[in-house]
Nanobody, 118 residues
């Protein structure tokens, strides 16, 4: 059974940085294109970045140049480096398969809360 555990969130001032991690168990992420999603209060969950099995990356326009997605298949871990954070980045962040290329897992993790505020 797939289990995804996100961590690394917290409270950060505008312009600050955070690095999120997602550790997977029950599957090997090396076999999947993976993505980070976020859900702000009162809004739907949207994908913000994806990385293919070949490590090609995709970003939504709002995070391009500020966020970097990466993967460590040996550690079965997905990362999201977030720089130059803005208040509008405030959300709960989740990882899952890249919805563009397949069906995402039903078993979402608990997410990690990122709050950008002065």
């Amino acid at each position: 059974q797939v289990q995804l555990v996100e961590s690394g969130g917290g409270l950060v001032q505008p312009g600050g940085s955070l690095r999120l991690s997602c550790v997977a168990s029950g599957i090997r992420i090396s076999g999947y294109s993976m993505a980070w999603y976020r859900q702000a209060p009162g809004k739907q969950r949207d994908m913000v970045a994806a990385v293919t099995r070949g490590s090609s990356t995709y970003y939504v326009d709002s995070v391009k140049g500020r966020f970097t997605i990466s993967r460590d298949n040996a550690k079965n871990t997905l990362y999201l480096q977030m720089n130059s954070l803005k208040p509008e980045d405030t959300a709960v962040y989740y990882c899952n398969q890249d919805i563009r290329v397949g069906v995402i897992w039903d078993a979402w993790g608990q997410g990690t809360l990122v709050t950008v505020s002065s």
